[in-house]
């Protein structure tokens, strides 16, 4: 598995991250809010994908930073995609095809390249998220490859965003080596350094004088065909593909670490990983 | 056996098998470590076959440790058929390899667990021998789950099962 080494909030062309933001709405609005502010502030054009309720929270995210979306639409710089809508225009016979994908979201995104063509795009889908939700995880690494196919035509970052608790049973390799191949960075869960912290100690708590032999283990695992990620989500891996005997209690441990960690802090969102 | 880990070295070079066999035993004196010196040897070895027949001297192993700096493809051959085999699938198989090694790859995506740095630093091929012999240790004991999932409980496949023809012509046993 790649451990992170380089920053994950580099949005540069052809950067394609991943955020497993698990039930935190909170976190999700709060990051690609961010995401998205730090790039209209740079002149790049944005196109996002979204629920509803989710552009909304973005909307409300970036007059936080004292961006107005309204303003940014009317220009021409922020373009919104109902969510639920073009996936479906996406789907033929229950799966995505290219031609469908390239005719309805290539087909945006190139329009708005050529309207803006000095200037950077930052796009953000959660398309693969609603089928992940639905429980087609082959159908989202179907669509993410389809968004790396139109990377390799236009250029632009994209962010996309999954509903999936890293502490949970779903966060293993066999679940989600297609979704870690298909993108460059896994960007660090909330609190990550309390997550690296936690993992630490429950390790410790659980494993005693052994935890130091198993660390030797998994700081040599890094994945070249993986998305960069952290060392504590690195860990986690490991442990889930490695000692599922001691896994669930390791982590349910961790998780009890951050939540105390997180009453007494409120550190978080991609710019302070 | 009780207390005792076995851990199966699958490696053709004798000089580095050498340090490696010096390394487990300063390292990490509760492991026994098996040897093979090719895919075939591994392959009678997990199917207890042959010089291998006796459960008790040689036990199956708690983890693999398959060095891919070879020539052949035989050590990912030797990982795909044991990944395939529900038997033998479950047993942990670490590859050895220089940072890299385009094996390393192949390797995970045939459903190895770990990669060992191969080195030529005695120091670090101590720290790696020690560290294997904790992941085994871990694998075995579990203080509420040994038995309920331990390797130990799986038992072996038929030697028929799972080895070419000209390999199998020993009684299989230990189902």
């Given at each position: 598995m790649s451990s992170h080494r380089?920053?994950?909030?580099?949005?540069?062309?052809k950067v394609h991250v991943v955020e497993l933001f698990g039930d935190n709405e909170q976190l999700l609005a709060r990051n690609v809010g961010r995401y998205l502010g730090d790039g209209l502030r740079r002149g790049d054009s944005l196109l996002v994908a979204a629920t509803t309720d989710h552009a909304a929270a973005f909307c409300r995210q970036l007059e936080l930073e004292g961006l107005n979306a309204e303003t940014a639409v009317a220009a021409g710089r922020l373009v919104f995609l109902n969510a639920e809508k073009t996936l479906s225009r996406c789907m033929a016979n229950g799966q995505p095809t290219w031609e469908r994908f390239d005719d309805t979201i290539g087909t945006v995104v190139r329009d708005i390249r050529a309207k803006n063509g000095h200037t950077g795009l930052r796009a953000y889908g959660e398309l693969v998220g609603l089928l992940w939700k639905a429980g087609d995880a082959g159908a989202a690494v179907s669509l993410e490859q389809y968004w790396n196919r139109l990377m390799g035509h236009v250029e632009f970052s994209l962010y996309c965003a999954y509903p999936i608790d890293v502490f949970g049973n779903e966060f293993q390799v066999t679940t989600l080596d297609g979704i870690l191949r298909t993108h460059t960075h896994l960007l660090p869960t909330r609190w990550n350094g309390d997550l690296r912290l936690a993992m630490s100690h429950a390790m410790d708590e659980i494993l005693g004088d052994k935890a130091d032999a198993l660390r030797f283990l998994i700081k040599t695992n890094f994945r070249a065909a993986w998305a960069k990620m952290s060392d504590a989500e690195a860990t986690i891996l490991w442990l889930r593909n490695n000692l599922p005997d001691y896994s669930d209690e390791i982590l349910a441990l961790a998780r009890q670490h951050c939540e105390q960690a997180c009453l007494t802090s409120r550190a978080g969102g991609y710019k302070q990983q | 056996m009780k207390g005792r880990y076995t851990v199966l070295v699958v490696e053709q070079n004798g000089d580095y098998l050498g340090r490696i066999l010096v390394a487990f035993v300063k390292a990490s004196p509760r492991v026994c470590v098996s040897i093979a010196v090719d895919e075939a040897d591994a392959r009678r070895y997990l199917v207890a076959e042959g010089l291998h027949a006796d459960d008790d001297e040689f036990p199956l192993p708690q983890l693999v440790v398959l060095d891919?700096?070879?020539?052949?493809?035989s050590g990912l051959d030797l990982l795909a058929w044991l990944k395939r085999n529900p038997q033998l699938a479950r047993i942990p198989v670490l590859v050895l390899a220089v940072p890299g090694c385009p094996k390393i790859e192949q390797a995970f995506s045939l459903g190895a667990n770990s990669w060992l740095p191969k080195t030529d630093d005695d120091k670090a091929i101590l720290e790696m021998a020690q560290a294997v012999g904790v992941y085994a240790m871990l694998l075995q004991s579990h203080p509420e789950k040994a038995g309920a999932s331990s390797l130990s409980a799986i038992g072996r496949p038929a030697a028929c099962n799972c080895v070419n023809s000209s390999e199998s012509s020993g009684p299989s046993r230990g189902l």
């Open positions: 380089d920053s994950p909030d580099s949005h540069g062309p | 891919l700096d070879n020539e052949s493809a």
